[in-house]
């Protein structure tokens, strides 16, 4: 793989905090962070086709179909050149990670890591609720919990058996997390 960009991919239930560790992880040591939900919102603020076809899923929490955020996906790794990349909110279905393994050998990177973001459902809630996005109404959040537990939390164990996952308690406040997150990175990336 030789210096070829790592990809580092961010796990955890909506409300976990991947989308702030994700900001904080591109500040901090120039990873580009790529988050699907971020490209959804644009998508559908510009009614672009994609945006379209997104647009009841994020109003109820629902997933996009996978063919949908993959050829959103695909979009953004074609540029990935130089620089390590953080996937915030993707793969969440299994059927996305296995393409996923296939856009990365396409492109010929490597997952060097997947850290898990964990919180309990309480703090999730808590922190949707109080952000206030369109989509974190109390029903709304609920469900997208709900989802994430069907259909993205199967992934811990997939990647744990890949070698690939490390767990990070999300709780607390933001810097002490980015603390408990950037150990774990700086080992994964050789940084
Ligand atoms: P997020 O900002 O990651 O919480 O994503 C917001 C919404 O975007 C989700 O509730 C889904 O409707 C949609 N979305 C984002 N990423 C994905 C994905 N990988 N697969 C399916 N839907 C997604």
């Not at 904080?24 to 076809?53: C, E, K, M």
């Not at 919180?119 to 808590?126: K, Q, W, Y």
Request: aromatic share 6%.
């Amino acid at each position: 793989m030789g210096d070829r960009p790592h990809v580092v991919v961010l796990l955890g239930a909506p409300g976990a905090g991947k989308g702030t560790q994700g900001m904080r992880l591109r500040a901090r040591a120039q990873i580009a962070h790529i988050s699907t939900g971020d490209l959804f919102r644009d998508a559908v603020r510009i009614q672009s086709p994609a945006g379209q076809r997104a647009e009841a899923y994020l109003k109820s929490g629902q997933l996009v179909p996978d063919q949908v955020v993959l050829q959103l996906l695909e979009e953004y790794l074609v540029d990935i050149e130089t620089v390590d990349v953080c996937l915030d909110g993707f793969p969440r279905t299994y059927q996305q990670a296995i393409a996923l393994e296939e856009l990365l050998f396409q492109f010929n990177l490597s997952i060097a890591l997947v850290l898990h973001l964990y919180v309990a459902d309480s703090i999730a809630l808590e922190r949707l609720v109080d952000r206030g996005r369109p989509d974190d109404t109390i029903e709304t959040a609920r469900h997208r919990l709900k989802v994430y537990h069907a259909a993205t939390e199967p992934l811990i164990k997939h990647y744990d058996e890949a070698g690939l996952l490390s767990e990070v308690d999300g709780s607390g406040d933001v810097e002490a997390v980015e603390s408990r997150v950037w150990d774990v990175v700086e080992r994964a990336l050789c940084r």
